[in-house]
């Protein structure tokens, strides 16, 4: 199994940034996680981080018939991005979406995900452990 990881927006600034809602491990530290669980599982995976849109489009539109699965915290384009979630609908990857915190639970504009339409699930609010529900989701389901 194959899959693709892909974190968006502010992802790199992970333990600089807010770290009230973030903590102090870094984007390194968060792929390094996500590498010891897929090899755990017995998969393969690319992760990717980009903070720019059309790169994630461009990412997404490579994936096509080369992945069998998408995992992706999008960060703010989350809330912002049609064209991320077009791209995910065209390429027809079954995708999890994953959040490190709560959006719900955060400002009133984070509520609202384009993402969340095209997600086989949703996953929020557990931190690095979100990324490994999804791989085991993955696992479960074509495993």
Request: aromatic share 10%; hydrophobic share 40%; proline share 1%.
């Amino acid at each position: 199994m194959k899959l693709l990881i892909i974190n968006g927006v502010n992802l790199n600034m992970l333990g600089i940034r807010e770290k009230n809602l973030y903590g102090d491990k870094s984007y390194k530290d968060l792929v390094r996680f996500i590498k010891e669980k897929c090899v755990e599982s017995g998969i393969n995976c690319k992760i990717v981080q980009s903070n720019y849109e059309g790169k994630i489009v461009e990412i997404i539109q490579k994936a096509y018939k080369k992945y069998d699965g998408i995992i992706i915290n999008a960060g703010a384009y989350t809330h912002t991005s049609i064209a991320i979630a077009d791209a995910l609908k065209a390429v027809s990857v079954p995708t999890v979406e994953v959040h490190l915190t709560d959006i719900s639970a955060r400002e009133e504009y984070r509520k609202t995900s384009y993402i969340s339409e095209v997600a086989e699930k949703i996953i929020v609010g557990k931190g690095f452990s979100g990324y490994a529900e999804a791989i085991e989701f993955f696992k479960g389901e074509k495993g």
